[in-house]
């Protein structure tokens, strides 16, 4: 495993830690649903397929999220493998979650669009190892309707729960030993996705 490069990504950039045929993304959830989902390697009825759910590629912006696994209803990070083909269906699928002049017709298509799309394209700032913001963008995909139901029930290859691991990249950080930590953060790699709309910053 190895750090993010030195050197600045594109503003709007999919990294990810990505094989020929699947993608690694991050969630976090209770223990009561983390742990099923990571021991059965795959999502338990418990899971609302019927809600928007929020899938990232990016590691340390899920630890942002999450406060390195410690708030509530976030205790458990897994990392969800899920095929290039149901990620990149998701992404040509998506629609911006905020209007962009010029990018969209006009505000009411942007909105017709935005409530008929399966998914949600969503950047936000990427985070360094003490979760500070970056100035360059990471991706967080919202699914809905058929793409969370496909996601849960399709496309997920794997569930890992990664809970350890963010612990101990917390606890290097913690101590001042961020060479390490770096270390042992997942290789997040640019993606080759295409037709995806950038959005701004």
Sequence with gaps: MTALTATAPPHHEIRALHTGTTVTVY??????????????GR???????DRMTWIKPSFLWMMYRCGWATKEGQETVLAVEITRAGFDWALRNAELSH???????????????????PARVQWDPERDLHLNRLPYRSLQLGLAG????????????????VTPLARRIHALVRAGRNDEAARLLPEERPYPATGVAPGTG
């Excluded at 058929?146 to 729960?161: C, G, K, N, Q």
């Design 146 to 161: 058929e793409a969370a139901r496909r996601y849960a029930d399709e496309w997920t290859v794997a569930i890992r729960d």
């Design 99 to 117: 209007y962009v002049r010029g990018l969209h017709p006009d505000l009411a298509t942007w909105k017709r669009d935005l409530r008929h799309a």
């Design 43 to 49: 999502f338990p009825p418990a899971w609302k397929r």
């Design 27 to 40: 969630q976090a959830y209770s223990p009561s649903l983390g742990l099923p989902a990571a021991r059965d």
